[in-house]
């Protein structure tokens, strides 16, 4: 008999071991616990999560773990552990430490028969991971779709009605002028896009570590030359100036044209969009080891608060004046971006009703 219960207890010592071995191997937080919510068995990555040195056992779960809802309300862990009859899962919760600091929860609850100790003893096994990069690209990535959907919604829509408008002209009056006006418009709108799948495009490549570098030896001169000329009627549009500033001591910078020439349009674009009255300037200047370009104009300027956003993705300004143009806050996002691969350095200079200036020096690439 004695023999039975020594070999019995051996066994249950071994399934403890066996249990303790697997969990320890596991990436994510296992905490098991009994039916009064006491910890049993834990892993190290439980230590990690809940960001103590030790466990001990008999600890109630209620004195390790503090999750919070949405609103930031407590949710008593005990209550949560209680009510899973069969395994439960939850995504929207965060786990709160000490120190007030918070953390994304994936939290995993599934009742269970222990297989060691006391004759049927129950409990629960509870799996913890922290998810918040995965929380914060799933709103990334929802705002993505919500942003972008926005945006193209608009000029399509325009588009659309411009073309029906002028297919209607040509059929009921002819008026040419009216036909020409209604698919200027449109033509507009289908340009918005066409710069809009752009942005995307690049921001796909550039988040997917995929673009690369082609230095060649570029003409800033006539490159700058060739951008006055492309952007002067859009700003006439508006009866904007555009002027060209030129260090005669410009020499080839050994770069990516295609890049450069991004970063430059991207910069003359919102100047041109944000400026009602006065106009833009496009410089640069040589240095030893670059080039310095410089896209001044005369603005609605920013905010302090919306310089050091400015550069984020998705980010536009709260200002009216801003609301009032399209776009979906990609463009500048792309540019830092490419200004990291081109290892240029970006400066803003912006005062609000009184323009800014962005300017970015790019050195010369082996």
Same mark, same amino acid.
């Given at each position: ?43 190290? @990555?439980?230590?990690? &999560?809940?960001?103590?040195?030790? %466990?001990?056992?008999? /600890? *109630?779960?209620? =004195?390790? !773990? ?92 325009? @588009?659309?009605?411009? &073309?029906?408008?002028?297919?209607? %002209?040509?059929?009921? /009056? *002819?008026?040419? =002028?009216? !036909? ?187």
């Amino acid at each position: 008999m004695a023999l039975t219960l020594k070999s019995k207890k051996s066994a249950e010592q071994l399934d403890h071991g066996r249990l303790t071995s697997l969990i320890n191997s596991m990436a994510d937080a296992v905490i098991a616990v009994d039916d009064k919510h006491k910890v049993v068995v834990y892993n190290g @990555a439980a230590l990690d &999560i809940l960001d103590v040195n030790n %466990i001990r056992a008999g /600890t *109630g779960i209620d =004195k390790l !773990i503090y999750p919070i809802d949405s609103e930031n309300q407590p949710v008593p862990i005990c209550d949560l552990v209680s009510a899973a009859t069969h395994p439960t899962t939850n995504r929207d919760l965060r786990l709160k430490y000490k120190d007030g600091s918070t953390i994304n929860l994936y939290l995993s609850i599934a009742p269970v028969h222990l297989g060691y100790g006391e004759a049927g003893q129950q409990g629960y096994v509870l799996l913890l991971r922290d998810i918040t990069r995965e929380k914060s690209l799933e709103e990334e990535r929802d705002e993505f779709i919500s942003v972008v959907s926005h945006e193209l919604r608009t000029p399509i829509a325009i @588009a659309e009605g411009n &073309i029906g408008n002028a297919e209607f %002209i040509a059929g009921k /009056t *002819g008026d040419i =002028k009216a !036909i020409q006006a209604a698919l200027k418009e449109a033509h507009h709108q289908v340009l918005f896009l066409a710069d809009m799948i752009n942005d995307l495009a690049t921001l796909s490549r550039a988040e997917r570590g995929v673009l690369e570098i082609e230095p060649e030896g570029i003409n800033v001169h006539d490159l700058l030359t060739e951008l006055q000329s492309n952007y002067t009627p859009q700003a006439a549009a508006k009866n904007l100036t555009f002027k060209l500033e030129l260090d005669p001591k410009l020499e080839l910078l050994q770069s990516s044209k295609l890049y450069v020439r991004e970063v430059l349009q991207n910069f003359i674009t919102n100047a041109i969009k944000y400026t009602q009255r006065g106009g833009v300037t496009l410089s640069a200047k040589t240095s030893p080891k670059g080039v310095t370009f410089y896209v001044t104009d005369t603005g609605i300027g920013l905010s302090k608060p919306d310089q050091e956003k400015v550069f984020d993705k998705f980010f536009r300004s709260e200002d009216f004046r801003t609301r009032e143009t399209g776009g979906t806050g990609l463009g500048l996002y792309v540019t830092a971006k490419l200004a990291r691969l081109l290892h240029a350095e970006i400066n803003l200079e912006s005062q609000l009703n009184h323009g800014s200036t962005f300017s970015i020096f790019i050195p010369n690439l082996q």
